[in-house]
């Protein structure tokens, strides 16, 4: 039986790019295995993931895939006085106004993809790929920028 056309270009296309594939596996294992040494790597460790200052940028994130829209009912001290100036401290969300939103619409995707809504994916699951996602990127990059040839 002969194999189609699409799967060998994407044969070779794999088989050209292999020191990259290694590498984004040589990460992910190392930072799954750095995660499971935290205690981290488990869904039933939710109240772990919650102390961390991702958690409420995953919970703006909940919100937007629920349909509250860009808003957090966790407030920062910080913004207690612009909330309070503006006469809006007593109401039940409030603008995530202290945050770049990227990482919180990323999350959000990553919520519609998965399915889930919880912390462990909105924190572990979001900066896991995005750690492995930057160290492959960075690898490639300097494999060009020193001549030698990253994914070619």
């Known amino acids: 039986m002969r ?5 060998d270009v994407i044969r070779r296309w794999l088989g050209r790019h292999r020191d990259v594939w290694v590498c984004a596996l040589v990460v992910t294992v190392i930072s799954c295995a750095a995660l499971m040494r935290l205690g ?3 869904p039933s460790n939710q109240q772990d993931v919650l ?6 940028t995953a919970y703006v994130a909940k919100n937007l895939i629920e349909g509250h829209g860009y808003t957090t009912n966790d ?7 612009f909330y ?3 006469g809006r401290l007593d109401d039940a969300r409030w603008l995530n106004a202290d945050r770049f939103p990227l990482a ?3 999350t959000a995707i ?11 994916t909105g924190v572990i699951l979001y900066n896991l790929i995005v750690f492995v996602g930057f160290l492959t990127a960075l690898y ?3 494999r060009r920028v020193t001549g030698s040839r990253a994914g070619t």
Do not use: C, E
């Open 110 to 120: 990553l919520y519609a993809v998965t399915g889930r809504h919880d912390a462990w």
């Open 51 to 56: 102390v961390v200052d991702s958690a409420r």
């Open 3 to 7: 194999v189609g056309r699409g799967a």
């Open 140 to 142: 490639v990059l300097a």
């Open 40 to 42: 981290l790597l488990s």
């Open 75 to 81: 407030l920062p001290a910080s913004l207690v006085g």
């Open 84 to 86: 309070d100036q503006s």
């Open 104 to 106: 919180a619409y990323a």
